[in-house]
Protein backbone atom coordinates (compact mmCIF):
# COMPACT_ATOMS: atom_id res chain seq x y z
CA UNK A 1 0.00 0.00 0.00
CA UNK A 2 3.10 2.53 0.67
CA UNK A 3 4.23 1.68 -3.05
CA UNK A 4 0.77 2.62 -4.15
CA UNK A 5 0.36 5.73 -1.99
CA UNK A 6 3.73 6.86 -0.96
CA UNK A 7 2.60 10.41 -0.05
CA UNK A 8 0.00 8.85 2.71
CA UNK A 9 0.70 9.68 6.60
CA UNK A 10 -1.88 7.90 7.97
CA UNK A 11 -2.70 3.98 6.96
CA UNK A 12 -5.96 2.70 8.66
CA UNK A 13 -6.13 -0.65 9.66
CA UNK A 14 -9.66 -3.00 9.75
CA UNK A 15 -10.09 -5.04 12.42
CA UNK A 16 -12.71 -7.50 13.78
CA UNK A 17 -12.13 -7.64 17.54
CA UNK A 18 -14.66 -10.66 17.79
CA UNK A 19 -12.10 -12.60 15.88
CA UNK A 20 -9.48 -14.61 18.26
CA UNK A 21 -6.73 -13.74 15.59
CA UNK A 22 -6.98 -10.29 16.20
CA UNK A 23 -5.22 -9.49 18.94
CA UNK A 24 -2.18 -11.48 16.96
CA UNK A 25 -3.26 -9.45 14.41
CA UNK A 26 -3.32 -6.10 15.61
CA UNK A 27 0.69 -6.92 16.97
CA UNK A 28 1.91 -8.20 14.17
CA UNK A 29 0.66 -4.90 12.43
CA UNK A 30 1.54 -2.49 14.88
CA UNK A 31 5.35 -4.07 14.77
CA UNK A 32 5.19 -4.11 10.81
CA UNK A 33 4.14 0.09 10.93
CA UNK A 34 6.69 0.78 13.65
CA UNK A 35 9.65 -0.94 11.53
CA UNK A 36 9.17 1.10 8.57
CA UNK A 37 7.92 4.48 10.32
CA UNK A 38 4.38 4.30 8.97
CA UNK A 39 1.64 5.28 11.19
CA UNK A 40 -1.61 3.54 11.30
CA UNK A 41 -4.98 3.98 13.15
CA UNK A 42 -6.72 0.97 14.28
CA UNK A 43 -10.53 0.20 13.05
CA UNK A 44 -12.59 -2.25 14.39
CA UNK A 45 -16.21 -4.05 13.15
CA UNK A 46 -17.47 -6.84 14.36
CA UNK A 47 -21.06 -5.90 11.98
CA UNK A 48 -22.42 -4.13 9.08
CA UNK A 49 -22.88 -0.96 11.16
CA UNK A 50 -19.37 -0.70 12.55
CA UNK A 51 -18.43 -1.13 8.96
CA UNK A 52 -20.22 1.85 8.21
CA UNK A 53 -18.85 3.32 11.13
CA UNK A 54 -14.93 2.31 11.05
CA UNK A 55 -15.29 4.31 7.05
CA UNK A 56 -16.43 7.65 8.64
CA UNK A 57 -14.05 7.26 10.99
CA UNK A 58 -11.20 6.59 8.52
CA UNK A 59 -12.13 9.74 6.84
CA UNK A 60 -12.39 11.59 10.11
CA UNK A 61 -8.88 11.14 11.07
CA UNK A 62 -7.57 11.42 7.81
CA UNK A 63 -6.46 8.00 6.64
CA UNK A 64 -5.22 7.70 3.28
CA UNK A 65 -5.66 3.99 2.43
CA UNK A 66 -6.90 1.16 4.22
CA UNK A 67 -5.72 -2.75 5.02
CA UNK A 68 -8.38 -4.68 5.59
CA UNK A 69 -7.10 -7.46 7.69
CA UNK A 70 -8.02 -11.73 7.06
CA UNK A 71 -11.36 -12.10 8.14
CA UNK A 72 -14.35 -14.76 7.82
CA UNK A 73 -16.91 -12.19 8.76
CA UNK A 74 -15.40 -9.52 6.41
CA UNK A 75 -15.60 -12.05 3.82
CA UNK A 76 -19.26 -12.29 4.20
CA UNK A 77 -19.11 -8.36 3.55
CA UNK A 78 -16.86 -8.22 0.66
CA UNK A 79 -19.24 -5.84 -1.57
CA UNK A 80 -20.12 -3.66 1.30
CA UNK A 81 -16.27 -3.27 2.08
CA UNK A 82 -15.87 -2.45 -1.58
CA UNK A 83 -18.09 0.10 -1.90
CA UNK A 84 -17.54 2.05 0.77
CA UNK A 85 -13.97 2.15 -0.28
CA UNK A 86 -15.06 3.74 -3.51
CA UNK A 87 -17.91 6.17 -1.95
CA UNK A 88 -14.50 7.39 0.59
CA UNK A 89 -12.50 7.29 -2.29
CA UNK A 90 -10.11 5.13 0.05
CA UNK A 91 -7.74 3.27 -1.72
CA UNK A 92 -7.45 -0.64 -0.24
CA UNK A 93 -5.95 -4.07 0.37
CA UNK A 94 -8.05 -6.98 1.03
CA UNK A 95 -6.86 -10.63 2.19
CA UNK A 96 -8.06 -12.38 -1.38
CA UNK A 97 -8.28 -12.09 -4.96
CA UNK A 98 -12.04 -12.56 -4.87
CA UNK A 99 -12.25 -8.58 -3.29
CA UNK A 100 -10.22 -7.45 -6.53
CA UNK A 101 -12.26 -9.70 -8.88
CA UNK A 102 -15.48 -7.33 -7.51
CA UNK A 103 -14.02 -4.62 -7.78
CA UNK A 104 -11.75 -3.71 -4.42
CA UNK A 105 -8.23 -2.39 -5.58
CA UNK A 106 -5.79 -4.79 -4.41
CA UNK A 107 -5.45 -7.72 -2.57
CA UNK A 108 -2.31 -9.79 -1.37
CA UNK A 109 -3.17 -13.26 0.79
CA UNK A 110 -2.98 -16.95 0.00
CA UNK A 111 -4.86 -18.45 -3.05
CA UNK A 112 -8.09 -20.48 -1.86
CA UNK A 113 -8.03 -22.39 -5.02
CA UNK A 114 -4.68 -23.96 -3.60
CA UNK A 115 -5.79 -24.62 -0.04
CA UNK A 116 -8.71 -26.35 -1.12
CA UNK A 117 -6.82 -28.66 -3.50
CA UNK A 118 -5.08 -29.22 -0.66
CA UNK A 119 -7.62 -29.61 1.58
CA UNK A 120 -8.80 -32.43 -1.25
CA UNK A 121 -5.85 -34.27 -0.99
CA UNK A 122 -5.55 -34.47 2.77
CA UNK A 123 -9.15 -35.88 2.15
CA UNK A 124 -8.42 -38.21 0.51
CA UNK A 125 -5.61 -39.56 2.28
CA UNK A 126 -7.71 -40.13 5.00
CA UNK A 127 -10.27 -41.59 3.01
CA UNK A 128 -7.86 -44.01 1.78
CA UNK A 129 -6.88 -44.31 5.51
CA UNK A 130 -4.18 -42.28 6.12
CA UNK A 131 -4.30 -41.03 10.72
CA UNK A 132 -5.08 -37.65 10.42
CA UNK A 133 -2.98 -37.04 13.11
CA UNK A 134 -0.22 -38.64 10.99
CA UNK A 135 -0.69 -36.15 8.17
CA UNK A 136 1.46 -32.81 8.60
CA UNK A 137 0.55 -28.87 9.23
CA UNK A 138 0.89 -27.54 6.38
CA UNK A 139 1.15 -23.83 5.89
CA UNK A 140 0.50 -21.83 2.76
CA UNK A 141 2.96 -21.13 0.70
CA UNK A 142 1.91 -19.15 -2.74
CA UNK A 143 0.34 -15.98 -1.86
CA UNK A 144 -0.84 -13.91 -4.68
CA UNK A 145 -1.06 -10.27 -5.75
CA UNK A 146 -3.42 -8.91 -7.58
CA UNK A 147 -4.14 -5.50 -9.23
CA UNK A 148 -7.21 -3.57 -10.34
CA UNK A 149 -6.20 -0.88 -13.02
CA UNK A 150 -9.62 0.10 -13.33
CA UNK A 151 -10.51 0.73 -9.48
CA UNK A 152 -7.17 2.21 -9.61
CA UNK A 153 -7.74 4.73 -12.52
CA UNK A 154 -11.06 5.40 -10.81
CA UNK A 155 -9.54 6.69 -7.58
CA UNK A 156 -6.82 8.82 -9.73
CA UNK A 157 -3.97 6.14 -8.93
CA UNK A 158 -1.63 5.25 -11.31
CA UNK A 159 -0.08 1.63 -10.60
CA UNK A 160 4.08 1.65 -10.75
CA UNK A 161 4.74 -0.44 -13.84
CA UNK A 162 7.17 -2.76 -11.23
CA UNK A 163 3.93 -3.17 -8.89
CA UNK A 164 2.13 -4.67 -12.17
CA UNK A 165 5.17 -6.67 -13.30
CA UNK A 166 4.95 -8.00 -9.59
CA UNK A 167 1.54 -8.80 -9.53
CA UNK A 168 0.30 -12.26 -9.85
CA UNK A 169 -2.77 -10.46 -11.67
CA UNK A 170 -3.21 -7.23 -13.12
CA UNK A 171 -6.95 -6.76 -14.08
CA UNK A 172 -7.73 -4.30 -16.99
Do not use: H, W
Amino acid sequence: MRELVPATTVIAVLVNPSSTAAPNQVKEMQAAAQAIGQQIVLLSAANEGEIDAAFAALVGRRGGALVVMPDPFFNTRCEQLIALASRYAVPAIYESREYAMAGGLMSYGTSYRDTYRQAGIYTGRILKGAKPTDLPVLQPTKFDLVVNLKTAKALGLVVPVAMQQLADEVIE
